[in-house]
């Protein structure tokens, strides 16, 4: 689960890099939700997941703003 988690967070931080916000907002989705099961099964930290997902979602509004 760990590794899967990493692999949507890459792919979600890909997306947000080449600015495609609709791309963008389904892999930030996808890596949230990852995050979110990670943390509630123990696997990571509550913190630790609250802080990839804001670091995400602070990409993801920099990409819709520059839109």
């Given at each position: 689960?760990?590794?899967e988690t990493r692999t949507f967070v890459k792919a979600a931080r890909a997306q947000i890099n080449e600015g495609e916000p609709d791309a963008a907002k389904e892999s930030v989705a996808v890596a949230v939700r990852?995050?979110?099961k990670a943390a509630e099964k123990g696997i990571i930290h509550k913190n630790?997941?609250?802080r990839r997902k804001s670091?995400?979602?602070r990409g993801l509004a920099k990409v819709d703003q520059d839109k």
């Open positions: 689960m760990r590794t990852a995050l979110d630790n997941a609250a670091r995400l979602l």
